[in-house]
């Protein structure tokens, strides 16, 4: 349990992972009907070159390899890239596999709090406050404002 930052957080994780792992259930239906468009889409994906412009000035490397780098980011960049990067790669799946494919993946990013326990509300707030320090496109702009008001409504601790 150390590893999960509360029993709500744990068992938002256990249920989502659960549906999607149990045969019959509405998630494990779904996703297995669209499995491979979902393969497909994540292996084709554009959404990480798409984050590297908006956080490559915040990126420190750490590791370098022949095909890729490893790196840090400050938490509160980590946020924003987590949000953007999920309804991009949300926004392809909608493309790629259909309505029913978006709704399970919304579904399941939901119930396991993926971007509330990632920004926490100290971070939602310092990143409303500065936007406009970030190279966003008008649509990425609206997003963020209403995902971080929602994350500062929710009042969850910031992350660690």
Known sequence: MDFFQSQD????????FSDLCEEGTSLNTIVNNHLKCFNETFSKTSCPEKMRVVTGPYRKVEKRTEDEYEYTLPIEIMCLQDILES?????????????????????????TSYVEEICGKRNAEYLLQNLDEFILTKEQKELLIVTLESIIISGKDEST
């Open 9 to 16: 957080y744990y068992d938002g994780i256990y249920g989502a």
């Open 87 to 111: 309804s991009c790669v949300a926004a392809e799946i909608k493309e790629n596999c259909g309505q029913a494919a978006l709704e399970a993946t919304l579904e399941f990013l939901r119930r």
